[in-house]
C-alpha cells in the first residue's frame, strides 16, 4: 500500500512538471478505479496524464525514488481488473497520448501512441483502403490491446495482438525508454521483448508506442447465420468448416440462452436455438464460393436457415445479434458487470469444452448464455450474478474454476484473450506450474521493488 506521506511527496514532484495534468480528485480517482469487471472498485491516490515519453519516464523514475506503486490505463474496457488500484499508487492516464505516428500504405505498417483507439487508427488509414483487424469488439487503446494481448471475434482470420504487433517503444520500470522490435516482417534479433511486454498487463513497463500491421480491406465481405438444433452439432459444424479449408475470418457461437437475451435486448426475432456466425473475406466469387461450402458442411449436421448476405446493411441485421452479446446478457438482470470465462482449447478438444461447459452452466442458479470465437477454440460463459448476492459470486467463480482445470486437462489455456489481471491469478499458477518461478523473476529483474501495477498476473507477497 502507498505511504500518505510519500504520495503527497510524489504529488508535489508531478505538479512541478504536469501541473494541472495532475488530479487527486475523487472524481478523477474514482473514474480510474475499475474497469468493466466485477471486481471491486479501488482508485489510485493519484491520476497523471502524461503527452510524451519524457513525461512517462518522469513520473516513474519519480514514483520508483519514492517507492509508490503505479498503474498504466488504456480506456478501462478489460475485464479482470487490471487497472484497480489495489496498493494505491499513480495511475497513467494514457489518453492523451494518442497521435497516429505514421502510416505507411506500401509496406502497411503504422506507428501509434498507445493511448490511439482501434476506430481512432481505422479511420485515419481508411483512406488507403487499411485497416487493423484486431477487433476486441470495444473501442479500446492500442496500448491497452497490446498489454492485454487482445484478440476478438476477427483472430481466426487475422490473429491476436500477438501476431499484429510488430514493435514497441516502453518506459521501463527503472523509468529508462527501449525500443523493442523493428518494421521487418520477420528477425532473429535476441529475446523476443516485443512479446514479453504483450500481454505484460501493466506489469513491466508503460507502453507508449505501438507499430502495428495493417490488413487491405477485403474486396467482398459476406456473413452468414446457420441455426442448429444442438450444441454438440452446432461445434460439429465450426469443427468441420475450420477442417475443411474454408477461409473464414469469423466463425462466433452463441448458445440459445445467449439469443434469447440478444432477442430481448435488440429486439430480434431469431430461433432460440445454438446458431453460428460466419464470415468470409475475398473476391466475390471467393466469398460466395465459401458461403456455398460452409451451408454445405452446415446441412450435414442438421444446420437450417442458412442465410448470407454481401452488402453492409445486410450484414449487419445478420450480425447483430452477436454484436450485441456482452450489453444483452447484462440486460438479463440489469446488472452493471458480470463474472465471465475466457478459456481457449486445441480446436479438436473444442466440442468436449464446449458441450461440457454448457452442461454445467445450465445447472447454474443464474442464467448463464454460452458465446464464442469458436474458430480459436475460444468461448465465454458470462453468469450473470446478482451483484447483491455472494453466494451467486462464489457459485460463479467456482464454476469458473471448475472450467479452467476443464481447459488445462484439455491441453487449453485459463484465458484465451482477456488476460490475468485480478481474476485469474491462481489460474495462471496451475496452468504455468514451474514457469511461474521463470515468471517471477522476469518481474524481479524488471522491477525489483515491485511497484508496476502491484498485484496483477502474478499474486505479491502481500496478497
Ligand atoms: C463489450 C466488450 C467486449 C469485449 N470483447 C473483447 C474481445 O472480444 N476480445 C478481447 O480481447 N477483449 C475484449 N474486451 C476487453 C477489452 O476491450 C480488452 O481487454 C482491451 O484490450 C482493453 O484495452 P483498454 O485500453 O481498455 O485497457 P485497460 O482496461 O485500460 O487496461 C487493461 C490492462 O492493460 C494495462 N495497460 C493499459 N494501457 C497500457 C499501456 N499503455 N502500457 C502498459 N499497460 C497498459 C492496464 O494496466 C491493465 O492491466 C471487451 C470489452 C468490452 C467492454
Redesign the pocket.
Known amino acids: 500500500m502507498s505511504n500518505q506521506t510519500d504520495v503527497d511527496s510524489v504529488a508535489v514532484r508531478l505538479r512541478e512538471q504536469l501541473g494541472e495534468r495532475v488530479s487527486a480528485s475523487p472524481e478523477d480517482r474514482g473514474e480510474h478505479a475499475h474497469?468493466?469487471s466485477y471486481h471491486t472498485h479501488q482508485p489510485p491516490d493519484l491520476v497523471v496524464w502524461p503527452e510524451t515519453d519524457e513525461e512517462v519516464s518522469f513520473v516513474v523514475r519519480t514514483c520508483v525514488d519514492a517507492r509508490v506503486p503505479m498503474?498504466?490505463?488504456?480506456?478501462?474496457?478489460?475485464?479482470e481488473g487490471?487497472?484497480i488500484a489495489t496498493h494505491g499508487g499513480v495511475t497513467l492516464d494514457?489518453r492523451r497520448m494518442n497521435d497516429v505516428l505514421r502510416v505507411d500504405p506500401l509496406n502497411r505498417d503504422a506507428t501509434v501512441q498507445?493511448g490511439v483507439t482501434r476506430f481512432q487508427l481505422n479511420d485515419h488509414v481508411a483512406e488507403h483502403g487499411l485497416y487493423f483487424p484486431v477487433d476486441?469488439?470495444?473501442d479500446?487503446?492500442l496500448?491497452?490491446?497490446a498489454?492485454?494481448r487482445?484478440?476478438?471475434?476477427s483472430a481466426v482470420g487475422y490473429g491476436t495482438m500477438r501476431e499484429n504487433v510488430l514493435g514497441l517503444k516502453a518506459v521501463m520500470p527503472d523509468g529508462s525508454v527501449v525500443e523493442t522490435g523493428t518494421r521487418a516482417r520477420k528477425s532473429s534479433a535476441g529475446y523476443d521483448l516485443t512479446r514479453l511486454l504483450v500481454g505484460s498487463?501493466?506489469t513491466l513497463?508503460?507502453?507508449?508506442e505501438v507499430t502495428l500491421r495493417l490488413t487491405r480491406k477485403p474486396r467482398c465481405t459476406s456473413a452468414a447465420v446457420c441455426a442448429f438444433d444442438s450444441i454438440d452439432a452446432t461445434v460439429a459444424a465450426a469443427f468441420d468448416v475450420l477442417d475443411t479449408g474454408v477461409r473464414v475470418t469469423r466463425l462466433e457461437l452463441l448458445d440459445e440462452v445467449m439469443i434469447e437475451a440478444a432477442n430481448q435486448y435488440s429486439r430480434l426475432e431469431n430461433d432460440v436455438t445454438p446458431t453460428l456466425f460466419l464470415e468470409f473475406h475475398g473476391s466475390e466469387t471467393a466469398v460466395a464460393e465459401s458461403s456455398r461450402l460452409a451451408e454445405e458442411l452446415a446441412g450435414r449436421h442438421g444446420g437450417r436457415g442458412f442465410r448470407w448476405a454481401t452488402e453492409q446493411a445486410d450484414r449487419d441485421r445478420l450480425w447483430r445479434a452477436r454484436y450485441d452479446c456482452?450489453?444483452a446478457c447484462l440486460a438479463i438482470r440489469d446488472v452493471p458487470a458480470a463474472y465471465g470465462t475466457d478459456v481457449c482449447v486445441p480446436i479438436s478438444n473444442l466440442a468436449e469444452a464446449v458441450v461440457t461447459a454448457k452442461r454445467w452452466a445450465d445447472e447454474l442458479p443464474f442464467p448463464a448464455p454460452v458465446f464464442g470465437h469458436v474458430g480459436d477454440g475460444n468461448f465465454h460463459v458470462i453468469c450473470v450474478v446478482d451483484p447483491n448476492a455472494p453466494v451467486e459470486l462464489a457459485a460463479a467463480r467456482a464454476f469458473g474454476d471448475r472450467l479452467v482445470d476443464l481447459a488445462l486437462r484439455l491441453d487449453g489455456t485459463c484465458t484465451g484473450?482477456?488476460?490475468i489481471?485480478l481474476g485469474k491469478r491462481d489460474a495462471l499458477a496451475r496452468e504455468a506450474g514451474p514457469a511461474l518461478d521463470v515468471m517471477r523473476t522476469i518481474k524481479r529483474a524488471l522491477d525489483p521493488y515491485g511497484l508496476m501495477?502491484p498485484g496483477?498476473v502474478l499474486r505479491g507477497g502481500d496478497d
Open positions: 474497469d468493466v498503474i498504466p490505463f488504456g480506456t478501462g474496457t478489460a475485464v487490471g487497472v494514457l498507445a476486441p469488439g470495444a479500446a487503446s496500448g491497452g490491446m498489454a492485454t487482445a484478440s476478438g471475434a498487463e501493466g513497463g508503460v507502453i507508449t456482452y450489453f484473450e482477456h488476460g489481471g501495477n496483477k
